[in-house]
């Protein structure tokens, strides 16, 4: 089998003008399941116990589940992503004894994983260039010898957000007592700028809005999030508001269709009426890419306008002063920034009109309740830290903070994504309980900061780092600087990868390489104990049980939490005193732990994570009890509007490139080549231009061009054979989709406190495509 070439016959490109939900969503999912040779009616038993108190937790986003879930507690996106787990296809050893590596690195992503569920632990034999099957005791064995080998500095413990609280707390444990605090997560490719922006702001690395707020809320922003493909159930809090008459302001390069309009699949009169659905957005600014710290500036510095005259006129106060005073610390400063700051820069960077930013600020100074929403479009920039804490300015201005109704909500991506963060998966070790930890297991933790995703990649190039474990993921295809990164990869001594489905970072083999399948988390896990539940932290900070009851994809599956055990009792048993085994028995022992390290957020984990709903974490800010250093909720004045200064540094002909999901993929899973919402069918190979850029560049629809990096530093990132789609994006911006383009994303482009890679602004030019290309699946 060849890597698939696509019929160029089935690329359409038009434009889509139906609502996000409604039938389009139901038929796109059927057919999705039938393409899979899945029988529909298992398919519903399955998607019944999606999302529901005594069924699993959706592997797809981490949207929170409500109390009371409806008959069918899943989105489209959802629904696919478990079909996509329940693939009745294996890719098993007879898989394996067809291809040898070198030619399944010719296949695109979509073909790697459609092989189907690995089923049998692996090991790569250089002799014959193939994986070959490996009994578990000897593959723990060897992994284990490799492991102690190397130093524990040179080996990187990552994590892709999806494993569960048990499996993550037993995973960190198990780096720390081998002496690793090098515990990246794929959270350092997302939310990070959160992790980091929050704390200073207002002493949280979480949000605080909670499910019931939405009910509560006179106004919303929403902020670089594609809710309609990446949190689709979100649309339904969301729904119920706009049909309250709240406000709802979207800032986006993109009018997503989620964010235009939305029928509930999941209410008949809705889905019976020939009308449009709702109406998402109140207000849509189609703003550049970057563009967000100048609006949320120009609305801040407009409250101060509105201020001015409301003292003048005697009429009441437009900022919130007695929470300004109480609880605040920073303000003057940042009243001096605001007053400072130019408007004639405002616009340009943002590309939103005076008036424009002025009427939203007005709007927002006429509601008492309202939360801010966001996502990937706020943090994946080089200044993603400072968009997050402007965004919090923005909210402390008028005390939305600590009340309900309103405060500031972080879209997360990966389902426990999260929740890993909470129970010890950080490379930060001031963030982790190690005194705690060394008490209760009698160990020395090691204490030095630990490397994160980018610094990973930095010790992959540079020949530091020697081996690789992953809890998930498809590390090589999500990080930026594909091209080096894969030929760095060959070069370490251990890469062992826990994981689901095949995927290209599988191929990419070192001295020892290990293929560790799992169990997923719709399927039964049986344990000495009986029947095994685990555990997940939603975007909301609530902890929700889950249980898989469907029948394991292979007898020879494993649980993350035995492998991360089994791998910890061969490795380093000697070191500490962790009851590995009892824990594997029965995973209630590991939640007992995980509530004696951190007994505030955690209290009673046992007897509530099973309630309907979850349990909410201990989250203080939310009662206006500020964790910062000054016990304040801090304004952060940003040192400048400019979020990304590599873009600005390169002359006329580059544009920024924002790289984005379909709605036919999780992440670097690829289900298919239809973007339904956007209209692109056949093709992910695209470049979504501004039809002024087109004309501009000399270029046409549907011509096929290159896209190249304006860097400077000498490294030529190219991605050839890219269609021209004219689309609705700002002059100056164009989109691609992720992680077809990560090749062109150069490692030190990322945020500079956090170190998120800045994917929403990479700068490229364009070229001509010389040599004819055939459309390739990629
Ligand atoms: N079905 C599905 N669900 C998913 C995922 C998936 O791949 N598929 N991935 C999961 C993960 S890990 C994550 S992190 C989340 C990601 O979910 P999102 O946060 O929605 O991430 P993206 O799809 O990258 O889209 C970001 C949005 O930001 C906009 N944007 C780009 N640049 C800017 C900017 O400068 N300013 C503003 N205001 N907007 C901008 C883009 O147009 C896009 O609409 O979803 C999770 N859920
Ligand atoms: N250019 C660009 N790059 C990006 C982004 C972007 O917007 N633009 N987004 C970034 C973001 S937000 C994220 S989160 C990262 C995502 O990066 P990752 O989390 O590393 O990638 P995924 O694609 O989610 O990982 C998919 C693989 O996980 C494995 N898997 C699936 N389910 C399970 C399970 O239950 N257990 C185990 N052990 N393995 C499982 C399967 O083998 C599957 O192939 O990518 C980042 N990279
Ligand atoms: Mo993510």
Redesign the pocket.
């Known amino acids: 089998m060849k890597r698939s070439e696509l019929d160029p016959e089935d690329i359409v490109i038009k434009e889509y003008n139906s609502p996000t939900g409604g039938w389009g969503s139901l038929k796109s999912l059927i057919k999705k399941a039938e393409e899979n040779g899945q029988l529909a009616s298992d398919i519903w038993a399955m998607l019944g116990e999606q999302n529901k108190p005594d069924g699993f937790m959706c ?1 797809s986003c981490s949207w929170a589940k409500p109390r009371e879930p409806s008959s069918f507690e899943f989105c489209e996106n959802g629904a696919k992503a478990t079909i996509w ?1 329940h693939d009745p296809k294996r890719a098993d050893p007879d898989f394996f004894a067809r291809h040898t590596v070198t030619e399944l690195r010719d296949w695109n992503d979509h073909d790697l ?1 459609k092989t189907g569920r ?1 089923s049998a632990p692996m090991k790569y034999n250089p002799d014959c260039d193939k994986y070959e099957p490996i009994d578990w005791n000897v593959a723990f064995r060897e992994i284990a010898a490799e492991l102690n080998r190397l130093n524990p500095d040179d080996v990187i413990f ?1 994590a ?4 569960s609280l048990e499996a993550s707390h037993m995973y960190q444990l198990f780096a720390r007592i081998y002496g690793s605090n090098n515990l990246p997560d ?2 350092n ?3 990070e700028s959160t992790s980091v922006g929050l704390p200073k702001s207002i002493g949280s690395p979480v949000g605080t809005v909670q499910l019931e707020d939405f009910a509560k809320c006179d106004m919303i922003f929403f902020i670089g999030h594609n809710v309609g493909v990446n949190a689709p159930r979100m649309l339904h809090p969301l729904q119920e508001a706009r049909k309250r008459g709240v406000p709802l302001v979207a800032f986006n390069p993109l009018p997503e269709r989620g964010l235009v309009r939305f029928k509930n699949p999941q209410s008949p009169t809705e889905m019976l009426s020939p009308g449009p659905g709702t109406e998402m957005s109140s207000d849509f600014l189609q703003l550049k890419s970057g563009g967000d710290l100048s609006v949320l500036t120009g609305i801040c510095k407009h409250l101060l306008v509105l201020e001015d005259d409301a003292q003048k006129a005697g009429t009441p106060a437009v900022l919130d002063h007695d929470f300004i005073n109480q609880h605040t610390s920073g303000f003057d400063e940042f009243c001096a920034f605001l007053r400072a700051a130019n408007w004639d820069e405002i616009v340009k960077r943002s590309g939103i009109e005076r008036a424009e930013i002025e009427r939203i600020a007005a709007l927002y100074a006429s509601k008492e309740r309202v939360i801010a929403n966001y996502g ?1 479009g706020l943090t ?1 920039h080089r200044e993603g830290v400072e968009n997050v804490q402007m965004l919090c300015n923005m909210l402390l201005m008028r005390g939305n903070i600590g009340k309900e109704g309103a405060g500031i909500s972080p879209v997360r ?2 389902s426990n ?1 999260q929740g890993q963060r909470t129970v010890g998966i950080s490379e930060k070790p001031e963030l982790v309980p190690l005194d705690k930890l060394a008490e209760f297991y009698r160990f020395e933790p090691p204490r030095h900061k630990g490397k994160d995703t980018v610094e990973a990649c930095e010790g992959m190039l540079n020949g530091t780092v020697k081996g690789f474990i ?6 090589s ?4 600087e594909t091209a080096l990164v894969e030929k760095a990869w060959r070069r370490m001594d251990l890469h062992v ?7 290209r ?2 191929l990419l083999t070192t001295r020892a390489t290990y293929l560790l399948p ?4 719709s399927e039964r896990d049986t344990q000495v104990s009986g029947d095994q539940w685990v555990s997940m932290e939603d975007s909301t900070a609530n902890i929700h049980g889950s249980f898989g009851s469907r029948d394991p994809a292979s007898d020879k599956l494993l649980s ?1 939490p035995a492998i991360v055990a089994r791998l910890a009792m061969a490795t380093c048993n000697d070191k500490a005193d962790v009851p590995w085994q009892a824990w594997v028995d029965d995973y209630a022992k590991v939640r007992d732990a995980i509530e004696r390290t951190y007994p505030d957020d955690f209290k009673d984990f046992n007897q509530r994570f099973t309630h309907p709903g979850g349990f909410h974490r201990n989250i203080v800010a939310c009662k206006r009890e500020w964790k910062t250093d000054n016990g304040k909720a801090n304004f952060i004045t940003p040192r400048n509007l400019d979020t990304d200064p590599d873009v600005h540094a390169n002359g006329l002909d580059v544009l920024t490139l924002l ?3 379909s709605n036919d993929q ?4 690829i289900y298919g080549y239809d973007d339904r919402l956007r209209g692109i069918h056949g093709t992910r190979m695209v470049v979504l231009l501004n039809a002024q850029d087109i004309a501009r560049l000399g270029l046409e629809d549907g011509e096929m061009v290159d896209l190249v990096t304006a860097t400077t530093d000498g490294i030529d990132r190219r991605v050839e054979g890219l269609r021209v789609v004219p689309y609705s994006i700002p002059a100056g911006n164009c989109a691609g989709y ?2 077809e ?2 090749p062109l ?1 150069p490692l030190f482009h990322h945020s500079r406190t956090a170190h998120v ?1 800045a ?2 602004s ?1 700068p490229v030019r364009i070229e001509k495509t010389l040599r004819p290309t055939t459309p390739v699946a990629q």
């Open positions: 592997v787990e994983e690995l990552y892709s957000g999806r494993a794929s959270s490719m997302c939310h990937m994946q991506g990966h994504v992953g809890l998930g993921g498809n590390f295809r999500a990080v930026p990868q826990i994981a689901t489905k095949l995927n970072n599988h799992c169990l997923g988390r993350e790289t984005i999901r999780f992440n670097t899973t992720y992680p383009l990560n994303m890679p994917a929403k990479i």
